[in-house]
């Protein structure tokens, strides 16, 4: 009479085995799934930094065409086109993001700049003018300047950009951005200043260096700077130097710093060689 009783207690406990059991495949489940989820977290973050744009663009295609309501696979996609020079390709991208749920103010930012690099300057107007002006970051005033520019609407300008300068440790950038919006308005003095600002910031910014060059010589100062420069950075810059006043009509000394820049090259200075060539035949004839 009692073999029921030890086949029902028998049954119980191969029960409660069985349960522990799947209780603790669901826990080793889980935890693979965040390890999994941590794992790509960082592998994303990899690609984003670190890898080739083109592998970066492949790899954030992939991913969110298999998870299509990620939208943080959707902004990786974004940002390596962007990586990739393929803002065209990116416009829609971020158009498509900022329908999304989860979208954010810096996603409208994202695709403000992605319409900036495609020229689309009154669809990066319109899609600022779509944020709060709570909404302040570095990135958002940099690109609020550069739409003013565009529009020569030099006081709004100098307003962003002043501002994005207070938003921000490196500066290096968007100080030679408004030093190069100055000098395009044609006031030289202001714009040498402000790309003096950009090289004290980062000595390594070239392309500060370069405009620098281009505001003195705009004011006929001929003599490059006192900034720290490579042996093929002075050559460079003399040849940069040489044009500028060949343009305004200096033309001898134009054709002295085209020869300084060739002497300077530690290399053959094809294009120096090539303009000065150019320059000697033409004021021969």
Known sequence: MRHPI?????????????????????????????????????????????????EAVNYFQGASSANPDRIDLKRGLGLSLIRDRRASEAVPVW?????????????????????????????????????????????????EAMV???????????????????????????????GFSKLTRGDAPGAERLFADAIRNNPDLFTAKNNLVLARGAQRQYDLPVVKMTQVERAQLMYTMALTAVKQGDVATGRG?????????????EAAARSLETLEDTVGN
């Open 95 to 143: 158009t498509d993001i900022i329908t999304h749920p989860e979208a954010t103010h810096d996603d409208r930012v994202e695709l403000a700049d992605a319409q900036i690099r495609t020229g689309d300057w009154d669809g990066a107007g319109a899609t600022l003018n779509a944020i709060p002006p709570t909404h302040e970051t570095f990135k958002r005033y940099r690109l």
């Open 257 to 269: 710093l085209l020869r300084d820049a060739i002497e300077t090259h530690p290399q053959h200075f």
């Open 148 to 178: 003013a520019d565009s529009k020569e609407q030099w006081s709004k300008a100098d307003s962003f950009y002043e501002t994005a300068v207070g938003l921000t440790t490196q500066p290096a950038s968007v100080l030679n951005n408004w």
């Open 6 to 54: 030890l086949l029902s207690l028998s049954l119980a406990g191969i029960t409660v085995l069985a349960a522990c059991d799947q209780s603790g495949e669901a826990q080793v489940n889980r935890a693979i799934q965040d390890v999994n989820v941590i794992d790509e977290t960082n592998l994303n973050d990899v690609m984003l930094a670190a890898a080739d744009p083109s």
